[in-house]
């Protein structure tokens, strides 16, 4: 079962209004939602979702898992760290470092099942690309060596291909 959210209006990607969801409070103008976002997940739609699936599919949630792609790429690294534990696992796909997230610290509180953080090959020649995936996937799993994280870079893949390749 997957649940997801997006935005009413007539466009399917609604920049401002991800811009303020997805994106702690830092450089890029227009940031700054991603505390109120996360309490609209945790204090609405996970409870409302697991009740909906458990009482109409009538079958038990195993394991909750949070995928993020781009802007939702840098929401699922700032929910890892958090409330970790609020899911089992975390797909962090080709985040936008470029925007330059200032996370208080990368350390995870309490290790979740699983980290996988993916980002495709060509990326690195955006112009607007300023810190290397590499360096960042590297850096953030020496910080949490005991916690289960997994990081590729997908070869000849840009970073609008990756949504398709996170999920499979």
């Avoid at 898992?65 to 939702?72: C, D, N, V």
């Avoid at 089992?88 to 699983?114: A, T």
């Amino acid at each position: 079962m997957v649940v997801g959210i997006g935005h009413k209006g007539d466009v399917a990607f609604d920049r401002k209004r991800r811009t303020y969801d997805y994106l702690p409070q830092y450089n890029l103008q227009g940031s700054g939602g991603a505390y109120e976002f996360l309490s609209f997940i945790k204090d609405r739609v996970l409870p409302l979702s697991t009740k909906l699936i458990e009482d109409k599919i009538k079958t038990n949630i195993d394991s909750k898992i949070l995928f993020g792609h781009s802007f939702g790429g840098i929401f699922t690294l700032y929910t890892l760290l958090e409330d970790s534990l609020l899911f089992d696992e975390y797909f962090i796909v080709s985040p936008s470092l470029w925007s330059e997230p200032k996370f208080g610290s990368l350390e995870i509180k309490e290790c979740p099942k699983f980290v996988y953080y993916l980002w495709g090959g060509n990326e690195a020649k955006k112009t607007q690309e300023s810190i290397p995936h590499i360096n960042f996937a590297k850096d953030f799993a020496l910080k949490n060596p005991k916690c289960n994280i997994s990081y590729k870079e997908v070869a000849n893949k840009n970073h609008g291909e990756m949504i398709e390749v996170g999920f499979f």
